[in-house]
């Protein structure tokens, strides 16, 4: 946040007026979000949260955005490689593919995957065969969340790993590291930044994950019921509720994007 | 210096952008509400069970009155009735319960008088065609492994499939322990009644505690609820008070109470509000 010293100092005019020509967007953006901590008091979030429905919403979201988390970043990171290092046939229609899940709707996202994987779909019904449940259970949840939020990481790892100079890979290649080595040693480091903050964004939109799961997985406290469906719910019934939820999500969101800021700043220095 | 101008204005045109979003958005609802009053437009706000026989009544209405175009807002119940107590310009309100009425009328967008049920629904159970559960009666609910699937207990639906269950529990038939084992077999709590009908139709729900106007229009099996437990829905409509078309309003009412309108619901799984003929439709008086 620090002025460079050797820029001219401006006159206090053109100042003032970046100020006024933001103000509306600004205070348009700011005003929900007070309002949203104003309804609220500590002292009402601190007793909603004991409440066994709030309590048991927020321990289904961590539990499920966390594991869509992990599944992302275990089978997202070879994709993303693959997308950043290599070149191969159907490459730009796959990288279309991967951002379709974040422009769907996610209500959209929520049908395609009861087709697929609900019990008559067209996957669903041999995994049932096979022994694996997954209707209305958490596995429901974490598939609708990793289907809408992967993207995020996919996209922020093959920009990290695309960013990592050739000539770095191609020098530790010819000092005899195989390719294994050469990712693990130089590429992975060198974009880890990228990594992480991708992880964080594809936590934060699983975390807030709504349409997709109340479609795929069902509303069932304690189960499957994540914060953003309580709020939904808790909308109609307890306004009170949904507030507190609110908060919480509203807290946590805007910690998750500290943390990126604060990862990419600090790489960038 | 021309780049720099550049900046500018792109800087200007972005941070006008929400202000043109804001006019806009309010010269379009403008001529929302035009279009709406216009020479016969009627907007009646009906609960998501009416979906199915309101279209057909609507279509019914507009062959009586061939200059009137009848528009839905179908919802859950709680939803419109939080909609018209925000605001929202309509002509008629019709509920799948009487609290929300009841809220509708407090916040003094309709006259109490004015309120009349119209028809009644009753539960049943929905099962998937080929109903892979092999259910057969009411009791098979509490088999273990059994996947039930309700409304959520914010819909009316959902309250009124515990109330069944709650009553159950006092059916000498079916077990004091009926209400337990089968809240142990729910899945899901949905967030509409229509959803519910639809994970039971896909097959993903074994069985689904549904309205019977919902189970009549679907493709799927049912066990009936007896009379004694099972929770007679109401269903109160009112036109607006302050309805644009206020005439219509009331024509539209007087339409679905008339014989033909009470037929109409019957055909659809509803149970027609008594007293046939109380009320006569009026077309004449409705000709604007």
């Known amino acids: 946040m620090s002025r460079s010293p050797h820029r001219p100092r401006r006159t206090l005019e053109p100042r003032n007026r970046w100020w006024l020509l933001s103000l509306p967007l600004l205070l348009f953006l700011a005003l929900p979000l007070a309002a949203l901590i104003l309804r609220s008091s500590p002292r009402q979030v601190w007793l909603n949260v004991q409440q066994p429905a709030v309590y048991q919403a927020i321990v289904v979201s961590l539990r499920t955005s966390v594991a869509a988390t992990g599944v992302t970043v275990l089978l997202g990171t070879p994709a993303a490689y693959l997308m950043a290092r290599r070149s191969f046939r159907g490459k730009r229609a796959l990288d279309t593919l991967l951002d379709l899940p974040t422009v769907l709707p996610p209500a959209v996202s929520g049908v395609a995957l009861l087709m697929a994987f609900g019990r008559r779909g067209i996957a669903g019904g041999a995994l049932e065969a096979a022994g694996v449940d997954i209707a209305f259970t958490q596995v429901a949840v974490?598939?609708?969340?990793?289907?809408?939020?992967?993207?995020?990481?996919?996209?922020?790892?093959?920009?990290?790993?695309?960013?990592?100079?050739?000539?770095?890979?191609?020098?530790?290649?010819?000092?005899?590291?195989?390719?294994?080595?050469?990712?693990?040693?130089?590429?992975?480091?060198?974009?880890?930044?990228?990594?992480?903050?991708?992880?964080?964004?594809?936590?934060?939109?699983?975390?807030?994950?709504?349409?997709?799961?109340?479609?795929?997985?069902?509303?069932?406290?304690?189960?499957?019921?994540?914060?953003?469906?309580?709020?939904?719910?808790?909308?109609?019934?307890?306004?009170?509720?949904?507030?507190?939820?609110?908060?919480?999500?509203?807290?946590?969101?805007?910690?998750?994007?500290?943390?990126?800021?604060?990862?990419?700043?600090?790489?960038?220095? | 210096m021309t780049r720099q101008r550049t900046i500018w204005l792109v800087l200007i045109l972005l941070l006008l952008l929400p202000l043109f979003f804001i006019v806009g958005g309010a010269l379009l609802a403008g001529d929302g509400r035009n279009g709406r009053s216009g020479e016969g437009a009627l907007t009646v706000f009906a609960a998501a069970s009416l979906s199915d026989a309101f279209e057909a009544m609507g279509r019914?209405?507009?062959?009586?009155?061939?200059?009137?175009?009848?528009?839905?807002?179908?919802?859950?119940?709680?939803?419109?009735?939080?909609?018209?107590?925000?605001?929202?310009?309509?002509?008629?309100?019709?509920?799948?319960?009487?609290?929300?009425?009841?809220?509708?009328?407090?916040?003094?967008?309709?006259?109490?008088?004015?309120?009349?049920?119209?028809?009644?629904?009753?539960?049943?159970?929905?099962?998937?065609?080929?109903?892979p559960a092999g259910l057969s009666r009411l009791s098979d609910l509490t088999r273990p492994g059994v996947r039930l699937a309700l409304a959520d207990e914010a819909v009316p639906a959902g309250r009124y499939a515990l109330t069944f269950l709650e009553r159950a529990a006092e059916a000498p038939e079916l077990g004091a322990d009926f209400e337990e084992r089968a809240l142990a077999n729910v899945v899901s709590y949905e967030q509409n009644v229509r959803t519910v009908l639809t994970k039971v139709a896909l097959g993903e729900a074994d069985a689904g505690i549904v309205y019977a106007s919902d189970a009549a229009a679907a493709e799927v099996e049912t066990i009936e609820i007896p009379e004694g437990l099972n929770p007679r829905a109401s269903y109160p409509m009112a036109p607006l008070e302050d309805a644009e078309r206020p005439a219509l309003a009331e024509a539209f009412v007087n339409f679905v109470l008339s014989d033909r309108g009470q037929q109409t619901m019957a055909e659809f799984g509803f149970i027609p509000a008594g007293a046939p003929g109380a009320r006569e439709a009026a077309p004449e008086e409705a000709s604007p």
């Open chain 1, 142 to 269: 974490v598939l609708a969340q990793t289907f809408v939020a992967s993207p995020f990481y996919l996209r922020s790892a093959i920009l990290g790993f695309a960013a990592v100079e050739p000539e770095l890979a191609q020098s530790a290649a010819l000092d005899g590291a195989g390719e294994w080595a050469v990712f693990r040693h130089v590429i992975l480091p060198l974009s880890r930044s990228a990594l992480l903050s991708g992880a964080m964004m594809t936590w934060a939109r699983a975390l807030g994950e709504f349409g997709a799961t109340i479609i795929f997985a069902g509303n069932f406290p304690g189960r499957t019921q994540t914060m953003p469906l309580a709020i939904y719910l808790g909308f109609e019934l307890e306004l009170d509720v949904a507030l507190t939820l609110s908060v919480i999500l509203l807290a946590l969101s805007f910690l998750v994007l500290i943390g990126v800021r604060g990862l990419l700043g600090r790489e960038g220095e």
């Open chain 2, 60 to 131: 019914q209405f507009e062959a009586a009155h061939p200059d009137v175009r009848v528009t839905f807002n179908f919802a859950g119940s709680q939803q419109l009735a939080q909609q018209l107590a925000q605001g929202a310009p309509g002509d008629v309100f019709a509920s799948a319960n009487v609290q929300q009425m009841a809220a509708v009328v407090e916040s003094g967008r309709i006259e109490a008088d004015a309120v009349e049920t119209f028809a009644y629904n009753r539960l049943v159970v929905a099962l998937p065609p080929d109903n």
